[in-house]
């Protein structure tokens, strides 16, 4: 059974930092592209980062370029996105996903598998 399990979320002033992580299990980890996404109550899903498990290539979207980073460990299963100088407008849910292909893909419809989400909050 494939599961993501989404955590890392929290309450930060605007200017801090969070750093969200994806435990991934029942599938070949480095076989897939694992994306973040966001959600913000009257908006639709948005992509925000994307990772290849396989050699880790990576994309952002404009909107966090410079200011997020995404990694993983294959040995861990585990994608990680780091958050700096957060801003009010990045408050929303995050969720990671997983794409079945080994192409680097911010489009919600194009994931395979969801987890369930992490709430983050940046106060101004």
Do not use: H
């Not at 994309?59 to 700096?84: C, H, P, T, W």
């Amino acid at each position: 059974e494939v599961q993501l399990q989404a955590s890392g979320g929290g309450l930060v002033q605007a200017g801090g930092s969070l750093r969200l992580s994806c435990a991934a299990s029942g599938f070949t980890f480095d076989d897939y592209v694992i994306g973040w996404f966001r959600q913000a109550p009257g908006k639709e899903r948005e992509g925000v980062s994307c990772i290849n498990n396989k050699d880790g290539s990576a994309v952002y979207a404009d909107f966090v370029k410079g200011r997020f980073s995404i990694s993983r460990e294959n040995a861990k299963n585990m994608v990680a996105l780091q958050m700096n100088s957060l801003e009010s407008e990045d408050t929303a849910v995050y969720y990671c996903a997983a794409r079945n292909r080994l192409l680097l893909e911010t489009t919600a419809r194009a994931y395979d598998y969801w987890g369930q989400g992490t709430q983050v909050t940046v106060s101004s």
